[in-house]
């Protein structure tokens, strides 16, 4: 996969994937609401377990090399380190860390879109935990906008991930990918949750 200018980068590439999982976003949605993880804090903190199994399996996809030349900056945007400081601050013992996402980098952009996606609903959902007293400073900074707001950093997200050239192969992983990233959270969600 090589990167293109983004004026000669094929436009909505992020508006498909989006319309191809938004059946798979909103079973995610509509599963974390009935696991009602607000309604108490013992509640909250099997959200973080499954907030940790999710963000930390992917930090190496945050951290690798080349998805990191392609999309500049993508290592500083992982949430992992702030899921297990939200665990520590409740007084909660950090799990180990999850088994690692095992994707293709056409995979991996799809995983990635998922969970840069989720940062932009996290503003409802931090406004759900500080009804139980919760905030950027005590149990949910994973939650927290960046310090430059969300909208910024998702904007530079779309525009990296929309301006990568790639094929009619590549394009099928990375939609595979989104879908197998909600499909993961789901998982995660009933483990916890059942």
């Known amino acids: 996969m ?60 945050y951290r690798d090399e080349q998805l990191n030349l392609l999309l500049p900056g993508l290592a500083q945007l992982s949430r992992a380190a702030a899921v297990e400081h939200d665990l520590g601050a409740l007084g909660l013992a950090v799990p180990a860390p999850p088994a690692q996402v095992c994707a293709s980098p056409a995979q991996a952009l799809g995983w990635l ?35 430059q707001g969300r909208a910024l950093p998702w904007r530079q997200f779309v525009a990296r991930l929309d301006g990568l050239s790639l094929d009619a192969q590549q394009e099928a992983e990375v939609v595979a990918g989104v879908i197998a990233a909600f499909g993961s959270y789901q998982a995660h969600l009933r483990a916890e949750f059942a």
């Open 113 to 147: 879109y998922c969970s840069e996606g989720s940062n932009l609903g996290a503003a409802f959902l931090l406004r759900q935990a500080q009804r139980l007293g919760l905030d950027a400073g005590l149990g949910a900074c994973h939650l927290a906008p960046p310090p």
């Open 2 to 61: 090589a990167s293109v200018p983004l004026s000669l980068a094929e436009p909505g590439r992020c508006k498909r994937l989006k319309a191809a999982s938004s059946q798979a976003h909103d079973d995610v949605d509509q599963r974390v609401m009935a696991a009602r993880p607000f309604e108490s804090r013992e509640r909250y903190a099997r959200f973080l377990q499954v907030q940790h199994r999710f963000h930390g399996s992917l930090l190496a996809l």
